[in-house]
């Protein structure tokens, strides 16, 4: 596999244990460790805007404890899962930026 589809981890404080393992963000392959947050991961991964609200605007995590709802991402094909409240699982499949309201008007016309 080339590293074009590969997302290397930068903000780790201690380096991930050799029980790591992959899932995809975004189509690509990424180390996880269990018992992290998808949002603890994509935060590993330096990314900070993870959704995509309704009108169009990119969003990161706020709050972290499952009350702000600004960490909805497409985990597994189920849209709208909170990231700080999901723990990674092994082949877990993360989308940020899905939105399918968003997407559902441009594929209307609507948007
Ligand atoms: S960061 Fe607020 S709900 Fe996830």
């Known amino acids: 596999m080339s590293d074009t589809n590969i997302i290397f981890r930068v903000n780790d404080i ?3 244990p ?3 393992f992959t899932v995809l963000v975004n189509r690509k392959q990424v180390q996880a460790c269990a018992g992290e947050t998808v949002l603890n991961l994509l935060f590993a991964l330096d ?3 993870i959704s995509t609200i309704n ?5 990161g995590a706020y709050c972290g404890m499952g009350v702000c709802f600004s960490c909805t991402v497409c985990i597994d094909g189920i ?3 909170r990231a700080c409240q999901r723990m990674v699982k ?4 993360i989308q940020t930026h899905c ?5 559902a008007e441009i594929r209307s016309g609507l948007a």
């Open 99 to 103: 939105n399918r309201l968003c997407e």
């Open 90 to 93: 092994e082949g877990m499949n």
């Open 14 to 16: 201690e380096s991930v």
């Open 55 to 59: 009108c169009g605007q990119q969003v």
């Open 79 to 81: 849209e709208n899962q």
């Open 47 to 49: 990314m900070r805007s």
């Open 18 to 20: 050799a029980t790591a």
